[in-house]
């Protein structure tokens, strides 16, 4: 449709009203369409910029390209929309439900999506950084290569959701839910982790340097390749992880649950593992040059080729423990 047929708001309803669907490419910045039902409707490439949508209804919505920046979303029904490349940036979405839409390449940056759905949603590409998803529901949805660094997903629901090759450097993800999620590549240095559900997550050579994983559940995770340096992983459950070929060089692991890990090649060196359980692991070829392992807990841990120099293993529970040559400690 040519903008210049749209000369207000009042008009556009009423045309929609009367059928029409395709108001593409108009320009309609701070208009008030709070409340308004426009299912359907293409508002591809439209400038709509600061325009009040909140509560309003864009089921099944072209929003492809257009510019919706600081435009209020609020309690806005997106699902199934298709928002494409579209720039959303300041906008606000809270509590927003943009369920099984399309957002690739869309621009969020600085956007507050918190306590929204994004329930299977696409979000390849997408620019996030700075976002507030707190408390957002993000079961399913696919945000691979997304730019998401300094968001804020603390609380959030992640779970089966794939992040591979992510950026979620610096990124708030304390207490978030990430069970089955397939991070496989994606980069969290620095980001906060601490108490965050990653269980049986797919982590698989992500970047996770100095990041922060204090009393995280780990359980059944795949680190395989994965960088810790300098991770914060104190009383975090690690049980049955592995981390074959995994760099955790400097890395916090006290009190740790460690039991049952695939340790194989992994690099532990200067690490602090004081009080950690590494019952029943397997530390075959592990590098630990200065590593703390003050009263852990290594009973029936395997050490075959381990390098133990100037490791620390004061008070250390070694029942059973198969030693570097081999021998079982006695």
Request: glycine share 6%.
């Amino acid at each position: 449709m040519n903008s210049k047929e749209i000369l207000s708001t009042k008009l556009l309803l009423k045309q929609y009203q009367q059928g029409v669907r395709d108001f593409s490419g108009i320009k309609l910045s701070k208009a008030n369409l709070k409340k308004e039902t426009l299912n359907k409707i293409n508002f591809s490439g439209a400038e709509l910029q600061k325009a009040d949508l909140s509560r309003g209804e864009l089921i099944g919505a072209n929003l492809t390209k257009v510019n919706l920046t600081e435009a209020n979303l609020y309690k806005a029904q997106l699902i199934d929309s298709n928002l494409s490349q579209a720039d959303l940036s300041a906008a606000i979405l809270t509590q927003a439900d943009l369920s099984g839409a399309i957002l690739s390449q869309t621009i969020l940056k600085k956007a507050d999506l918190s306590y929204g759905y994004l329930i299977g949603s696409s979000l390849v590409s997408a620019e996030l950084s700075k976002a507030n998803l707190k408390a957002a529901n993000l079961t399913g949805a696919s945000l691979s290569k997304a730019v998401m660094s300094e968001v804020n997903l603390s609380n959030a629901q992640l779970n089966r959701a794939i992040l591979s090759q992510v950026n979620l450097k610096s990124a708030n993800l304390k207490k978030a839910t990430l069970i089955r999620a397939y991070l496989s590549g994606a980069n969290l240095e620095n980001a906060n982790l601490q108490g965050a559900n990653l269980s049986f997550s797919d982590l698989r050579r992500a970047n996770l340097r100095n990041t922060n994983l204090k009393g995280a559940n780990l359980q059944g995770a795949n680190l395989a390749g994965a960088d810790l340096t300098g991770a914060n992983l104190s009383a975090a459950n690690l049980e049955g992880v592995d981390l074959e070929k995994a760099n955790l060089r400097q890395a916090t692991l006290i009190y740790a649950n460690l039991r049952g890990c695939n340790l194989l090649s992994a690099d532990l060196a200067e690490a602090d593992l004081e009080g950690a359980n590494l019952s029943n692991a397997g530390l075959l070829l592990t590098y630990m040059r200065g590593t703390n392992l003050r009263r852990a807990n290594l009973d029936q841990a395997n050490l075959i080729g381990a390098s133990l120099v100037h490791t620390n293993l004061m008070a250390a529970s070694l029942a059973e423990t198969i030693l570097p040559n081999g021998s079982l400690y006695h």
